[in-house]
């Protein structure tokens, strides 16, 4: 097949790819097609059913084949011992805009493997992604609920307000953390959020999550058609990283405890900036230009 389209790319007029979906076929049975329909989901169900094809992207971070074999069908829900909701809110609902990322996913307790158990994102006004924020991370429904991770690059203070006002709404608190607080303990009346802000690159962001990944610590349950191609497809310093992949990536970063951005002790750096000025300001007091020695 990969020969095919190589084919069509050098010449589409001598060589035309026709596309088609198994519904096109008159001599398949409905019965045959509602059970090829329920027997593939996601990114599967797109390709053998609709036709539809994904190339992964030589320089994307993750593969498909990772993504395949650390896959499940369920979580171990008795071994999960908190979870999270992560978002990454778009600026608008305006066609051609980004949608809201919004990934939940869970920590077993056992091995403190990551488990994705829903992508929710899609184009909603504030109070749409907020209400789902606050209905997933709600903490008085158990399996260790309670915490919600933000990017605020877009919306700035704005993005822990709408999680506040819609969770008062439903009669819980919200409460932010620092960067590097710890998660306090689960509080039935309370969400905890802390925010992010993009500092860094988001290719750089998204090594962590991508190597826990191929190294088997990540598992996607169930498919998800849109979340897996963006994962595959999107290679870092070529466009705008989707929302969904970097709530993705922020879920990974808490729930392995990742470093988001590395900690750079610059101290020892300003003492030997120090020292070199102080032989500087000695050297040009006594000698002549072009004779420092250092």
């Not at 992964?56 to 071994?79: F, H, K």
């Not at 802000?197 to 190597?211: E, N, Q």
Request: glycine share 8%.
């Amino acid at each position: 097949l990969g020969s095919l389209y190589e084919a069509n790319a050098r010449n589409p007029e001598q060589n035309p790819i026709i596309g088609g979906t198994m519904f096109d076929n008159p001599l398949l049975s409905l019965q045959y097609m509602r059970a090829e329909y329920e027997r593939y989901t996601g990114v599967r169900r797109q390709e053998e059913l609709f036709g539809e094809r994904f190339d992964e992207a030589a320089g994307a971070l993750w593969r498909q084949e990772w993504l395949d074999r650390t896959r499940v069908d369920a979580a171990p829900a008795a071994e999960l011992e908190w979870q999270i909701v992560s978002v990454d809110p778009a600026l608008s609902t305006v066609d051609g805009s980004d949608k809201t990322g919004i990934v939940v996913a869970g920590r077993a307790r056992r091995d403190g493997h990551v488990y994705v158990l829903a992508d929710l994102t899609e184009t909603l006004s504030p109070d749409q992604w907020g209400d789902i924020v606050v209905a997933q991370a709600d903490p008085r429904k158990g399996a260790g609920r309670g915490r919600v991770s933000v990017e605020r690059n877009h919306l700035g203070d704005n993005a822990v307000f709408v999680i506040r006002s819609r969770a008062e709404s439903a009669g819980l608190l919200v409460k932010t953390l620092g960067r590097d607080d710890p998660w306090p303990a689960i509080d039935p009346r309370c969400i905890h959020v802390r925010e992010h802000i993009s500092r860094d690159s988001k290719g750089d962001r998204a090594v962590g999550p991508a190597a826990e990944t191929e190294a088997g610590r990540v598992h996607l349950v169930g498919e998800y058609a849109e979340l897996e191609t963006q994962l595959t497809t999107w290679v870092p310093g070529e466009g705008r990283s989707p929302n969904n992949l970097d709530a993705f990536a922020y879920a990974v970063i808490e729930l392995r405890e990742l470093d988001v951005a590395p900690k750079v002790d610059r101290r020892q750096d300003m003492r030997t900036a120090v020292v070199v000025q102080k032989k500087l300001t000695s050297a040009l007091a006594g000698r002549r230009p072009g004779r420092l020695g250092l």
